[in-house]
């Protein structure tokens, strides 16, 4: 197993940044694909970001390529989601999760998610 916690939350302005983390612990890191999702009021939760278990390859959704970078540490256990330029659209709460298979957009392919943080971005 593996227990997840979310940091770096809140309210910013559109425009503004935000650096989430997510602090690993339980089972060695290094050993899951790890992911970022988010989900809006009303909405289902969507897929933003993954790394596979090396630094190396990462995919993003078209909704924040460009503007949010994904990134591991697994000698410090920890996922990071850098956000920039963001948008009132990018509000929701987000969630890191981790996948002992390999690296998905899928939510169903994850077996431990965080609790989450919030993220309000307003205009």
């Known amino acids: 197993q593996v227990q997840l916690v979310e940091s770096g939350g809140g309210l910013v302005q559109a425009g503004g940044s935000l650096r989430l983390s997510c602090a690993a612990s339980g089972r060695t890191f290094g050993s899951f694909a790890m992911g970022w999702f988010r989900q809006a009021p009303g909405k289902e939760r969507e897929f933003v970001a993954a790394?596979?278990?090396?630094?190396?390859?990462?995919i993003t959704a078209d909704s924040v390529k460009g503007r949010f970078t994904i990134s591991r540490d697994n000698a410090k256990n920890t996922l990071v989601l850098q956000m920039n330029s963001l948008k009132p659209e990018d509000t929701a709460v987000y969630y890191c999760a981790a996948n002992p298979r390999g690296r998905s957009t899928r939510a169903s392919d994850y077996d431990y998610w965080g609790q989450g943080t919030q993220v309000t971005v307003s205009s």
């Open positions: 790394s596979s278990r090396s630094t190396g390859s990462t």
